[in-house]
């Protein structure tokens, strides 16, 4: 006995219910799953990377914050308004410890914002070799801080230093580099140049290959030389990595450290090589006086915040017009 048949009229409906009947709403029930799934998974690393952050970057900023207004006392924490600022602005080393930061600074911006420039021009020029060029740029960042400047502090020694030994063989004076006020933050900023340019070298370079050749071959036509094809072809090509590392740089250096701490014992001689997050750390741990030393890091913050506020407005500004 043959199977019954549909009716004309009947095929196409039947032919919809078995293709989607009960399908889409099982298809759109397992989508839901797919996607609930998916976004779940892409909030929880999501939010594990926000509570990580807010742990370790936004609650030391609102702790530090609060301390700079209170005073803790034989464990008793009260709120001192505006006292913590009045002893930091008292302190004489607090003008002292802002002229050594800003002498750094200016410094560094010198050396060490122009020198891997310089550097990342040299290597562009080459045709080969220059992966080995790049590993041997970065090395001295690979190296660990206290290495580097223990390094520092052995070839800066009077005695046997490397660098004496160099001006006793071109017959010029030799030099106390750490021990003399007038060169103490100099060779400070050399060891922090030679241990932090490679990264800056290699953003330079990449920026650099990343400049059109047809720009340098029309320059050339043009009878354009070495320098006026850097300043009339490169800086322009390369002016918002030069802008934004320019921002880094002096953000940077303003919370130097690391070397004035282990080359010149933080304060130099008669205080030269005194900085700002120096004297926040004599606060801390010598005097222990945290809400100083909250105080001055917040005027520290709220001045590079400004800074970089005022600087991208009026980088805004330049690129509008």
């Known amino acids: 006995m043959s199977a019954p048949t549909l009716s004309t009229s009947e095929q196409p409906e039947a032919r919809i219910r078995r293709a989607s009947g009960s399908r889409p709403r ?41 301390l700079a207004f209170q ?34 600074t200016g410094l560094a911006l010198v050396l060490g914002f122009a020198v891997p420039f310089v550097v ?14 790049r590993l041997l740029v970065y090395l001295p960042v690979m190296l660990p801080p206290v290495a580097s400047v223990l390094l520092f502090k052995y070839l ?4 046997y230093g490397l660098f004496n030994s160099i001006l006793d063989t071109l017959h010029l004076p030799q030099q106390q580099w750490l021990q003399d006020p007038d060169t103490a933050m100099l060779s400070v900023v050399i060891a922090a140049t030679w ?3 490679g990264g800056a070298t290699l953003i330079y370079l990449a920026a650099l290959q990343a400049v059109p050749g047809e720009l340098y071959e029309a320059a050339e036509l043009d009878g354009a030389g070495l320098l006026r094809k850097v300043w009339h072809v490169t800086v322009p090509q390369t002016r918002l990595i030069l802008s934004l590392m320019l921002l880094m740089q002096i953000i940077a250096t303003m919370q130097v450290f ?3 701490f282990l080359l010149t014992n933080g304060a130099g ?22 809400g100083a ?5 917040l005027l520290l913050l709220v001045l590079l915040a400004g800074f970089s506020a005022a600087y991208v407005r009026l980088s805004r500004t330049a690129d509008d017009a």
Request: with cysteine; proline share 4%; hydrophobic share 45%.
């Open 26 to 66: 099982a298809t759109s029930r397992e989508g839901f799953l797919r996607a609930l799934r998916h976004h779940l998974s892409a909030h929880s690393f999501l939010i594990g990377a926000v509570l990580c952050f807010s742990f370790f970057s936004w609650y030391p900023m609102v702790r530090e914050f609060l």
């Open 71 to 104: 005073k803790t006392e034989d464990g008793r924490t009260t709120w001192a308004g505006w006292d913590n600022l009045r002893t930091v602005f008292a302190d004489p080393a607090f003008w002292q410890a802002w002229r050594g930061t800003l002498l750094f």
């Open 120 to 133: 990342a021009l040299v290597i562009n020029e080459f045709r080969h070799a220059q992966a080995y060029l």
């Open 156 to 159: 800066y020694d009077p005695g």
């Open 195 to 197: 241990m932090n340019m």
């Open 258 to 260: 690391t070397e004035p």
């Open 269 to 290: 001689p008669e205080g030269s090589t005194t900085t700002v997050v120096y004297l926040i750390y004599q606060y801390a741990f010598n005097f222990n006086d945290y």
């Open 293 to 297: 030393a909250a105080a001055l890091g």
